[in-house]
């Protein structure tokens, strides 16, 4: 997958307060999906909907609970979030570039 897809997948993920608020939970700590339901206050088939797209986008993974086989448990996939953050680093310089050379612009006109 090329890096543009990566990025869009990943936005089209967070794009979902839920799904933000999710990802910030299982930053704290790796969380099982019943637990997540509760502290967000969604139903569990609405949150295995949420979780399926997080997992689908690269940005969770699950594993199973070593007690129990049938608890998952979610965590944040290392390095999953590298390519936007790469992606917003090129925007801001981008950015930055584009209002230095308005300023400078609108300075040549004053003068």
């Known amino acids: 997958m090329n890096a543009s897809a990566a990025v869009d997948r990943t936005l089209a993920a967070l794009a979902d307060p839920n799904r933000r608020r999710a990802v910030e939970l299982l930053g704290q700590q790796p969380r099982p999906a ?3 339901a ?3 206050g969604l ?3 609405a949150m295995s909907r949420h979780l399926k ?3 689908l986008s690269g940005l969770v993974e699950e594993d199973h609970d ?4 049938r ?3 979610y965590r944040l996939k290392a ?3 590298e390519g936007l953050k790469e992606w917003l680093e090129e925007t801001e310089r981008l950015w930055a ?3 230095l050379a308005f300023k400078a612009h609108l300075e040549r006109d004053e003068a």
């Open 66 to 69: 070593g007690f129990d086989a």
């Open 79 to 81: 390095g999953a979030m």
């Open 38 to 40: 509760r502290a967000m």
């Open 71 to 73: 608890i998952r448990i």
């Open 43 to 45: 139903s569990p088939p």
């Open 53 to 55: 797209t997080l997992r």
């Open 97 to 99: 570039s584009q209002l």
């Open 34 to 36: 019943g637990e997540l």
